[in-house]
């Protein structure tokens, strides 16, 4: 009678699922300090605009809104709603700085300086990475052409 012998099987290591996250990258800055920043920055704007801070501080909310609840033609259904000029909100590899007035009124885009456009990911979202003076006066710049155009609607 013949033995029969089993061998011993390696299994296969399972291959990891992708995510779609990338590891953050490395900067010369940290992402506080450009939190830090851009907080800053919006403060300067408040009043006459309204500041709030939302989240915690593992992942904090800053956002830049209209003193008083307004009114949109032909959305929100006719509600008066905390209308966003910008926003900041800490990402793994970026703060995204967020400029609402993008989306009213795309043109504004073609009033934003080149080098901030380098940033823009998607409609009104920039990821911005570090805190040299060119970029942080072009965030500056922006907000104000956000507020010049809720002022000119009546919004401001």
Known sequence: MKKTVKKKT?????AKKATGRTAPRKTGTDLREVYGALGRIL???????????????AK??????VPAPVVVPGAYSGKPVDLEVAAIIPQSASVGFYLMPLYVQPALRSKISPTLLKFLKGKSCFHITSIEPPILDDVR?????????YSERGWL
Request: aromatic residues 2%.
């Open 10 to 14: 390696t299994a296969k290591p399972k």
């Open 43 to 57: 403060s300067l704007f408040a009043p006459p605009l309204r500041l709030v801070v939302t989240g915690n501080s």
């Open 60 to 65: 904090p909310q800053t956002k830049l809104t």
């Open 141 to 149: 710049n922006a907000i104000e052409l956000g507020t010049k155009l």
